[in-house]
């Protein structure tokens, strides 16, 4: 139960940071999603079924608060939790750069599973707009925060790691 308390606490903290400073810094609105960064960072470092159930519960406190359509964020951080833990099965977890392009392939991933569920839901949009206005800001933003927030997942795994 401590491990869980700890870990929806670190959510929190990150979403609180999301909401309020990170955008302080942001260009044209668009800044970094501290929990989909989170989200690979614990999928690289604990696996896929951690991953899934950290990206179910970034999503779901997403998707609560932001007041957005319920479940789109829940479900694309499940899937990126899933993939990039199944994909850093086969990589070695003390690598610098594998959390950088993790995060990169998943901010690009979660975009397009965002915009897909747009489309499903009948919005129009130009494509080009979309990917040079919006996805290439953001992935670079999660890019410079990926690095800060994987070193303190990975404190925060560690300290639970000993404790089993």
Known sequence: ???????????????????????????????????????????????????????FLAGLLQDLATGTFF???????????????????????????LPLLAVVGASVANYFIILMFMMLLGYRFDWMEQVSGLLLPMTAYNAVFAFPVHLWTRKLAERFLSKK
């Open 1 to 55: 139960m401590k491990k869980f308390g700890a870990w929806a606490l670190f959510t929190v903290v990150l979403y609180v940071l999301q909401s309020s400073l990170v955008p302080l810094i942001g260009w044209h609105e668009i800044s970094a999603d501290l929990l989909l960064v989170a989200v690979v960072c614990v999928s690289v470092l604990r696996g896929s079924q951690e991953g899934v159930l950290f990206g």
């Open 71 to 97: 479940g789109v964020n829940i479900f694309s951080k499940m899937v990126i939790g899933y993939g990039t833990g199944a994909f850093s099965r086969h990589f070695v977890k003390e690598q610098v750069f």
